[in-house]
């Protein structure tokens, strides 16, 4: 069974009127990553923020390791590596001194210090801009630093704030397959507004907007809310009577809807179940019922982007 790291219980946040974060409660189980999804201004970063000791709750309780970050913010921030939105980092250093820096302030000694700083350059790439000022770094190197610092000390907690923003595709694979390798022996939680991403490297999701939690789940099982999930779309070699191979599709138990995708060289058709049921097996018997010659038959899992434009934008109606 794992164990339970972190635990945030009902945790709040209020800028004067404004109420950023608003009565959240998750908690996330060693060698699990957890995707916060969100809209711009839902409260992700602010979250993290408060996780970390960054900011202080307005009410609420943040524990990591059983430790409380109000009571115990030094046994916390031991435990915990933060890369933050925007990746700061002094822009006159280098990548090297920079990394002593932090290797100092961290309490590593001198061979722990050097030991990590090998195994941290070389695990995200930095050998090449070592020695060069950060201020003249790209996007994609600086945010290579900041995730640098953040594992530097090997930490039991990542608190990755858009860990891949700013990084060109292979880039982005290299930290998406850095963050897999190290989630076993981690807890992960990184905010993202790339929802493949999500698929890529976590096993867990939630989705916030207007400082609240709306979903938490495997991508799949997010997946599941999508009005497209378990929908089959459904290819036949041309008939006479195109009307009535509709028919005899909406005819079939559970099928909610058709759209008509294709009526020209070929009959295709996309049909929704109702309460998303599994449909494939009823269509593809009475395809073969009716002497249909088939050239296609897909099912759909559902996509993320549907079920996150939904959640947050009737979430916004609400609010």
């Known amino acids: 069974m794992m164990d339970t790291i972190v635990k945030i219980q009902r945790l709040r946040k209020e800028f004067g009127l404004l109420t950023a974060v608003n009565d959240i409660s998750f908690e996330v189980k060693k060698g ?5 999804l969100g809209p711009n201004g839902a409260g992700k970063s602010t979250t993290m923020k408060m996780i970390t000791g960054f900011l202080t709750p307005t009410s609420g309780t943040v524990s990591v390791d059983g430790f409380d970050i109000t009571e115990r913010p030094l ?9 933050p939105e925007g990746a700061p980092a002094y822009p006159d250093m ?67 704030d858009e860990p891949t923003d700013g990084l060109d595709p292979n880039q982005k694979h290299e930290v998406r397959s850095l963050i897999t390798q190290m989630a076993e022996e ?27 939690v709306l979903a938490d789940g495997t991508p799949n099982e997010l997946e599941s809310e999508s009005p497209n999930h378990n929908a089959v779309t459904i290819t036949v070699k041309k008939t006479d009577n195109p009307s009535a191979v509709r028919e005899t599709l909406l005819a079939i138990p559970n099928v909610h809807k058709l759209e008509t995708l294709e009526e020209s060289d070929v009959l295709s058709y996309r049909l929704q179940a109702k309460s998303n049921l599994p ?6 018997q009475t395809a073969y019922e009716k002497q249909w010659e088939m050239l296609g038959l897909s099912v759909e899992s559902g996509q993320l982007d549907e079920v996150f434009r939904t959640i947050t934008t009737t979430s916004s109606r609400i609010n």
């Open 279 to 284: 449909i494939v097996a009823e269509v593809s």
């Open 94 to 160: 280098t990548p090297l001194s920079f990394l002593n820096f932090i290797g100092d302030i961290r309490g590593l000694s001198s061979s722990q210090k050097l030991q990590r700083i090998d195994d941290v350059v070389s695990r995200v790439n930095l050998e090449s801009v070592l020695y060069q000022p950060i201020d003249t770094l790209s996007k994609g190197f600086k945010r290579r630093v900041g995730l640098a610092q953040a594992i530097l000390h090997d930490p039991e907690v990542l608190i990755l």
């Open 32 to 36: 699990e990553v957890l995707g916060f």
């Open 186 to 212: 981690k807890v992960i939680i990184l905010s993202t507004h790339i929802l493949e991403e999500v698929h890529a490297v976590c096993s867990r999701a939630i989705i916030i907007a207007n400082g609240k």
């Open 75 to 83: 046994e916390v921030k031991k435990r915990i590596g933060y890369l």
